[in-house]
């Protein structure tokens, strides 16, 4: 499944086409997707300008001229295809790594873009988990999508001493603390088994011993807030991280998953230095943990 570092690629590959273009027709090929489609979807959106295209958490949010916000959520295989008819991106070459059945294209937005090339917006997927939903942007705040989530873990704001306000208390493991999307959003199994190897964090550890009794921050979350912070960053500029069903908008393949000092490594050694250990599997709120035992306290 994407997570922030992925969406935050689609966001990037997206935003060029998007923003300031016109959608002037729009094909809807099935009334649902994970969710329904808003009411009146094609109305509503046909003849809009596309303001910005900025994320939350694993959300791409566009707003539109008419007022509303259209989010977009990729679930687990959704992935955005542009169709520019100048020639210079022919449809399909984005994908050449998984070709793309038009039978799961189930929305297509005939665009103009900012600077009035001729382009398609393809939604393309496979399972359907993912959804696109309408909300006037005054109302945008209090989305049941939105108004949930916990800190956004590349805004300013995101500190040691905020996650220490998050923690504290807490009894919950890290891992499930940092996977709680009302706790800290847009992380998933992956970035947060990276990022607490880094940080040298055991996967176990209750949260709220990070924290000390005044309510700071101890050595550790100091370490895992830049290390989270670090993780997602070298992501981003990894252009994420391909697994099954990921890739990039431009059909470039996420080039983190080779960094990965942990996630999906059962059995390897350890990569930090010094450390003699061995990466373990084990599951963990249902989910895969991966760690090392002897470097993750
Ligand atoms: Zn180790």
């Not at 689609?10 to 099935?30: F, Q």
């Not at 999508?145 to 916990?150: E, M």
Request: net charge positive; glycine share 10%.
């Amino acid at each position: 499944m994407p997570e922030l570092p992925e969406v935050e690629t689609v966001r990037r590959g997206l935003a060029p086409w998007l923003e300031g273009a016109r959608i002037l027709s729009v094909d809807l090929r099935r009334p649902d997707l994970r969710f329904p489609l808003p009411a009146g979807f094609r109305d509503r959106i046909e003849g809009a300008t596309v303001r910005t295209l900025s994320r939350r958490a694993k959300y791409m949010l566009a707003t539109l001229s008419t007022g509303e916000t259209m989010i977009m959520h990729l679930g687990m295989t959704g992935r955005f295809v542009v169709e520019a008819g100048d020639g210079v991106t022919a449809p399909g070459d984005f994908y050449d790594d998984s070709p793309r059945l038009a039978a799961h294209d189930h929305l297509v937005l005939t665009l103009a873009t900012s600077d009035g090339r001729p382009a398609r917006l393809v939604y393309n997927d496979v399972r359907r988990f993912g959804f696109i939903d309408l909300c006037s942007d005054a109302a945008l705040a209090g989305n049941p999508h939105l108004a949930s989530l916990g800190a956004e873990p590349l805004d300013d704001a995101f500190d040691a001493a905020a996650l220490a306000r998050l923690f504290e208390g807490r009894t919950t493991t890290l891992k499930a603390a940092l996977l709680d999307q009302r706790l800290v959003a847009g992380l998933g199994n992956i970035y947060v088994c990276e990022a607490l190897h880094r940080a040298g964090l055991s996967p176990r550890r209750k949260a709220g011993s990070l924290v000390t009794r005044a309510g700071a921050p101890r050595a550790g979350l100091e370490r895992l807030a830049g290390e989270i912070r670090a993780v997602l960053g070298e992501a981003i500029a990894a252009g994420g991280s391909t697994l099954r069903d990921y890739v990039a908008p431009d059909g470039a393949r996420g080039g983190f998953q080779q960094r990965f000092l942990a996630y999906d490594r059962e059995g390897e050694p350890c990569r930090r230095e010094g450390c003699a250990g061995l990466i373990r599997r084990f599951v963990q709120n249902g989910r895969s943990t991966f760690h090392c035992a002897a470097c993750q306290r």
